[in-house]
């Protein structure tokens, strides 16, 4: 079994870095400043095992810290944070308010939370409205994914 270990994102594109269930030493550049988008870079590829690509319905908003109005373009996150789960890296929701961004989304029970440490093999899957039906909150294991060919 594998575990996220870093993410980033391109639109409703999302890549999971996933490295070994045994391994809690992972770590990148700058992981223990803030904020993560402006200091951290890409955890080391040693640790590195595969990906899990992950591409979500068009329908469905991806929520990440750095696009956050609220923090007026500075996250309070490190990638330290996520690696300690203090906050999840990525939040999936059905949302359309245009208003709407990630620190709404946190209190959101609807919404699917990718934490560092969660469950998932290699692979690539497709995240629709079903999936996040289906997901329990803040424990998301990566089961409910449809995967792809």
Same mark, same amino acid.
């Not at 990440?64 to 330290?80: A, L, R, V």
């Not at 409205?129 to 997901?135: D, E, H, I, T």
């Given at each position: 079994?594998?575990?996220?270990?870093?993410?980033?994102?391109?639109?409703?594109?999302?890549?999971?870095?996933?490295?070994?269930?045994?391994?809690?030493?992972?770590?990148?550049?700058?992981? /223990? !400043?803030?904020?993560?988008?402006?200091?951290? $870079?890409?955890?080391? #590829?040693?640790?590195?095992?595969? @990906?899990?690509?992950?591409?979500?319905?068009?329908?469905?908003?991806?929520?990440?810290?750095?696009?956050?109005?609220?923090?007026?373009?500075?996250?309070?996150?490190?990638?330290?944070?996520?690696?300690?789960?203090?906050?999840?890296?990525?939040?999936?929701?059905?949302? /359309? !308010?245009?208003?709407?961004?990630?620190?709404? $989304?946190?209190?959101? #029970?609807?919404?699917?939370?990718? @934490?560092?440490?969660?469950?998932?093999?290699?692979?690539?899957?497709?995240?629709?409205?079903?999936?996040?039906?289906?997901?329990?909150?803040?424990?998301?294991?990566?089961?409910?994914?449809?995967?792809?060919?």
């Amino acid at each position: 079994m594998t575990k996220i270990i870093d993410f980033e994102t391109k639109g409703n594109v999302i890549r999971f870095y996933l490295g070994a269930d045994e391994c809690n030493d992972y770590w990148g550049d700058d992981w /223990d !400043d803030r904020p993560y988008e402006h200091n951290a $870079e890409a955890v080391y #590829d040693r640790f590195v095992v595969g @990906y899990a690509d992950v591409y979500v319905d068009m329908n469905l908003t991806v929520y990440t810290p750095e696009h956050d109005w609220h923090y007026n373009g500075c996250s309070p996150f490190s990638k330290e944070d996520f690696k300690n789960r203090k906050a999840p890296c990525v939040i999936i929701a059905n949302s /359309d !308010d245009w208003g709407s961004c990630y620190s709404n $989304e946190l209190g959101n #029970d609807t919404s699917a939370k990718f @934490y560092f440490e969660d469950k998932m093999e290699p692979g690539t899957y497709f995240f629709d409205a079903k999936c996040l039906c289906a997901v329990r909150p803040q424990i998301w294991k990566g089961i409910r994914l449809t995967r792809g060919e």
